[in-house]
């Protein structure tokens, strides 16, 4: 009876594997590098797929941060930054480089400054024009729109000069 055990514990040893390849043969040894090239190909192929999970949520930030990267500014971008991938992180990043236009650019900026002198070279005037106004004024689709922004903006209006229907005052 103990010999039957014996034969019975070792049936339970290899129930798992397979009982035509003896663990110390050749064959044994060339299916154990089968399965483990089997999988440092499923790892290759997860590692591409996770990067290219990132790169394409990489770039749908930058189009929803609203970069053209398919400009050439926009590749050159795209390709330098190495910042957080979040919309915020992209689109505060693109604003300091200039590739998203905001109502603080240069020329906006130049108008603000010009249009301040002039309201402050007019008589009692201590205010100047608010960005949110310059850009109305910019889109405006004629002198009523123009009209209508200054007054909600709370910018007075004269029809006493000379050479102008308006003017600030």
Known sequence: MAENDFDYQEDLQNEGNDDSVDRNSRQFVRQLEEQAKAGKDAKREADAARREAENAKRELAFLKAGIDIESPTGKLFAKAYDGDSSIDSV??????????????TADVKNDLDALSRVSQASAGSTGSVAPSALDGIRNAEGPADILRILQENNIPISNEQPSGWVSLV
Do not use: M, N, V, W
């Open 91 to 104: 689109k505060a990043a693109a604003t300091e480089y200039g590739l998203i236009a905001t109502s603080e």
